[in-house]
Each structure stands twice: as structure tokens, then as C-alpha cells.
């Protein structure tokens, strides 16, 4: 057996079954959206190939985690943050069409669709950041905080807020007003369960945790635990970790579940 024959061999038996689920389970939904619910077919679809590339990522070479979280309601909460809104809009557009029906405002369709471009441009953007650390589960690979990072702790989720903003403005209803405090619920959650993750992974995430938003800049920035004052000096046996967040050096992540 060749090399790369017995590297494959090696990978596929390594893929957890929830990656095969899941990536199947986004085109399954992107079919089926793009065929009964075409109305929105547009405007999700930078939405479904940010997702799609999260759930294939499996695909390729990817480090081991350093920790991870392998919970069944932490896996509910990332599962369901990704696939809430197409699940929902595709039940509803197939079963009860007009309660999606949009109230027509052309000032908040403006501002929506610029939302929505912007949205999609700094989705891409922070998934180059993260290349081939992927994944929807809460897993922690390396430590990034540099590129959008600095802009918010969770850019690829930020720009999902921007583009169901902008697709909410556009096609604004009751039914998808409810979709979209659903879907923003669940991807809180997701978010609160990697950070668990990060922090434990990485001591120095707590001082980048105080200094950058969650889904944006922070306006009020907390007490950097990093910069430790001459009086404040720690014990010997907890200098290296107080320098370690201190550090401009501080090893960069690469971690944004999604999903």
C-alpha cells in the first residue's frame, strides 16, 4: 500500500461520525433550499458555503485539538446554531409560505442588503484566518488573535449576525423575526461553550478575552490580567504564566466553531 494510500486509510478511520453527519446533513439542506425555497436561495447562499466549508473541513489535514468539548448538549448548541435557520425557513416556506411573507420597506432593504455584502466579504475573510482549523464542535487547535481577531473573538460569527441582519431587513416578518432570535440564542450558547474550551486550552485567552468583543469591538475594555504591575509581582511558580499573557508574542489562534 503507497504512502499516501495508508495516509488516507489513517484519516478516514480517525474522522469522528459527526463530521460525515454534519457535512452531509448541509448539503442535504442546501439542496433542498435551493429547490423549495428558492426566494432565499440567494441570500443564503454565502451563508451555506461559509457553513459547508466548516463541515468539510474534516477533509483535510488538520492538527489534533488541544481540548475540546464533547458534551451532547455543547454538541446541541453548535448543531444547532448552524443549521437553525435553513432548517426553519425550508419547513416554514414549504408548509406556510405566507407567513414568511416580507413587509416592504425600501430603506430597511438598503440597509439590509449592504448588511449582507458586508456580512459575506468579512465571512471569507475570517475563514482564511482560519483555514484548516475548522470545525463546528467546540475544539480548541491554536491560539489566533491577529486579522479580524482583533476586531471580535468570533468574526465568522459576527459575520453571520451582519448577513441574517441584512436577510431579516430585507424579507422582514414575524415568523422570521422569531427564526432569528432562535438562531442568535443558540449561537450564544455555541459561543460560551468554545470559549470554555479556549480558556482552559490557552491561559493566555483570558487576557485577549478582556481587551476584544465577542462579536465586535469592545467599547469598554476590562483590566488586561496580563499587565501586572512591579507591586503586583507574582509568585515564582506563576511568573512564566503571567508573562505567557503579557506577551505580544502570545501564540496565535485559529480557532471559530460554526458554524
Aim: aromatic share 14%; hydrophobic share 50%.
Amino acid at each position: 500500500m503507497s504512502l499516501l494510500a495508508q495516509t488516507l486509510a489513517g484519516r478516514l478511520r480517525s474522522l469522528d461520525f459527526s463530521d460525515w453527519v454534519g457535512t452531509l446533513f448541509f448539503l442535504g439542506s442546501a439542496i433542498v433550499i435551493f429547490t423549495r425555497a428558492s426566494q432565499f436561495s440567494i441570500l443564503l447562499l454565502p451563508i451555506f458555503l461559509h457553513q459547508l466549508l466548516a463541515a468539510a473541513s474534516f477533509l483535510i489535514f488538520r492538527t489534533a485539538p488541544k481540548n475540546q468539548s464533547i458534551t451532547w448538549y455543547a454538541r446541541a448548541a453548535a448543531y444547532g446554531a448552524c443549521f437553525a435557520v435553513p432548517v426553519l425557513v425550508t419547513v416554514v416556506q414549504m408548509w406556510r409560505p405566507r407567513w414568511l411573507i416580507p413587509v416592504p420597506n425600501l430603506h430597511m432593504g438598503a440597509v439590509g442588503g449592504a448588511l449582507w455584502i458586508y456580512g459575506s466579504v468579512f465571512g471569507l475573510w475570517s475563514l482564511w484566518y482560519l483555514r484548516r482549523s475548522f470545525s463546528i464542535e467546540p475544539e480548541a487547535r491554536e491560539l489566533r488573535i491577529d486579522g479580524p481577531y482583533k476586531i471580535a473573538r468570533h468574526p465568522i460569527y459576527a459575520a453571520f449576525i451582519l448577513e441574517y441582519t441584512g436577510i431579516l431587513l430585507v424579507r422582514l416578518s414575524v415568523t422570521l423575526s422569531l427564526i432569528y432570535m432562535v438562531w442568535f440564542a443558540l449561537m450564544f450558547v455555541r459561543a460560551r461553550f468554545e470559549e470554555q474550551v479556549l480558556e482552559s486550552a490557552f491561559p493566555a485567552y483570558e487576557a485577549y478575552r478582556q481587551q476584544v468583543g465577542m462579536f465586535g469591538p469592545r467599547l469598554f475594555k476590562g483590566s488586561n490580567k496580563g499587565d501586572v504591575r512591579p507591586t503586583d509581582a507574582p509568585p515564582a511558580e506563576n511568573r512564566h504564566a503571567v508573562e505567557l499573557a503579557a506577551s505580544p508574542m502570545v501564540p496565535q489562534s485559529t480557532y471559530d466553531s460554526i458554524i
